[in-house]
């Protein structure tokens, strides 16, 4: 699938792509993960001073309080992206890019795609109770499990010990993979489980799809939609040392100047939005505010600031969020 697709499937964009076909995003420069992770490390303890004072130093601003962290970063919707991934699959068992019965995907630790097929509403085949169960058992045990379709193994490495005894249920499904004798199901694999057994068994061949990394665009698209869920307008988030835009994501006719922190995010991150959406949460910052007065602001509707110089004016719109690390705001007064 392609970035045309990012529309209709905002939290999963990209689509799921061939397993060979996976690549690192590209830095705005070339540079190395370590120099990328210097620089955002330099942005959190760096105190900005532009010519506007538009920011303040980072020392000067609190982080945020975990309600506001879910309010601005929440956790992605494991049945949503359950949806999107299904749909994903049908649309390509239609387009003939998907032959088998049963769909394997290959994705990394902390990308959400366990979680999400745990959720896909699917029939859930879980690990039996002893993973070094004897040969003789392990094809009765898996003729059980495999009898009707519509099944789902969220996270393959759950059924099998590196031990010489605890490797046959795998041995096993994977040969009936092989022959495409397992009915319609989905099977999630960590890549570290994947990069084991594609050694193990070298000969296996499985058309294994994965999640498309996420490129400094489709994190943009992504962090928008994430905030978008919990509020009532979109989230705005620029940069503590020159005022660049990182949200809202830039239109056609945007005459905005937008920071590439985004692209080297996402390097960063090698594409997992779980690993991106921890970084962007440490890097959150908010602006002092009066609790009660916030409060009571967040029950009227739409009232947001801007940044004008050294201070954040009212106006229509939803809220503020400064990143630079970012700085947030649901001010509906001037703070200095």
């Known amino acids: 699938m392609t970035d045309n697709n990012q529309a209709d499937h905002p939290c999963l964009p990209g689509g799921l792509i061939p397993l060979e076909q996976w690549r690192v995003p590209e830095t705005s420069v070339r540079r190395t993960i370590r120099s990328g992770l210097r620089d955002i490390l330099d942005q959190l303890k760096a105190g900005i001073h532009p010519d506007e004072q538009a920011f303040r130093s980072l020392d000067d601003l609190p982080t945020l309080s975990e309600r506001q962290i879910q309010d601005y970063a929440p956790v992605p ?18 387009s003939g890019g998907q032959s088998r019965k049963a769909s394997f995907l290959v994705a990394p630790p902390f990308s959400g795609i366990a979680e999400a097929l745990g959720a896909s509403g699917r029939r859930v085949i879980a690990p039996p109770d002893n993973l070094l169960m004897p040969e003789r058992d392990i094809t009765g045990w898996w003729d059980h499990q495999l009898q009707d379709d519509d099944w789902v193994i969220p996270e393959l490495a759950d059924f099998w010990l590196r031990h010489r005894s605890g ?6 499904l994977f040969a009936r993979l092989a022959r495409d004798k397992v009915g319609e199901g989905i099977i999630g694999c960590s890549s570290w489980c994947w990069q ?29 939609h994430l905030a978008g869920e919990r509020s009532q307008g979109p989230l705005t988030a620029r940069m503590t040392q020159d005022g660049l835009y990182v949200l809202p994501a830039p239109t056609g006719d945007d005459e905005r100047k937008y920071s590439l922190f985004t692209r080297d995010l996402a390097t960063l991150a090698r594409g997992n939005p779980g690993v991106a959406l921890a ?14 007065q916030q409060q009571g602001e967040e029950r009227r509707a739409g009232v947001a600031g801007c940044f004008r110089g050294d201070k954040v004016v009212t106006k229509r719109a939803r809220r503020v969020c400064s990143f630079g690390s970012c700085v947030t705001s649901r001010a509906a007064r001037c703070s200095a």
């Open 196 to 224: 084991f057994w594609a050694q193990y068994l070298p000969e296996l061949h499985l058309a294994p799809l994965t999640p498309s990394p996420l490129s400094g665009d489709r994190l943009t698209n992504w962090l928008g």
């Open 167 to 172: 490797l046959g249920l795998l041995r096993e």
């Open 77 to 94: 919707d494991r049945e949503e992206l359950a949806r999107a991934l299904l749909n994903e699959l049908e649309q390509l068992r239609r």
């Open 279 to 292: 970084i962007w949460r440490r890097t959150l910052r908010a602006r002092p505010e009066d609790e009660t």
